[in-house]
């Protein structure tokens, strides 16, 4: 069972930035390579969608909403996945989950998300 912790949420103002993080605190190094690594958000009333992925290389894909302001990173060492988001706005408030998906397989793990509220 793969275990996925999203942290970092919280309430910040237009224009701020937050640094999401997810943890694979249970997976071996070995294990975290073989994953793509995903962010998704889910808006009240709204379908999930996805926010921002990073595969196994180094490739990585934006929605079209977050190109320019959210980046998706990730430490190996560390096993974590980042999402740094610049110049929020208030359509990004939403919950935010992390997802990791092998290429090979057809479904996704999924953290439990952690809230984004930009409000003034």
């Known amino acids: 069972q793969v275990q996925l912790v999203e942290s970092g949420g919280g309430l910040v103002q237009p224009g701020g930035s937050l640094r999401l993080s997810c943890a694979a605190p249970?997976?071996?190094?070995?294990?975290?390579?073989?994953?793509?690594k995903e962010w998704h958000r889910q808006a009240p009333g709204k379908p999930r969608e996805l926010v921002a992925a990073i595969t196994t290389g180094t490739s990585t894909n934006y929605a079209d909403s977050v190109k320019g302001r959210f980046t998706i990173s990730r430490d190996n060492s560390k096993k974590k996945v980042f999402l740094q988001m610049n110049n929020l706005e208030p359509e990004d408030t939403a919950v935010y989950y992390c997802?990791?998906?092998?290429?090979?397989?057809?479904?996704?793990?999924w953290g439990q998300g952690t809230q984004v509220t930009v409000s003034s």
């Open positions: 997802a990791f998906q092998r290429p090979s397989e057809d479904y996704k793990h």
């Open positions: 249970r997976m071996i190094l070995s294990e975290f390579w073989q994953y793509n």
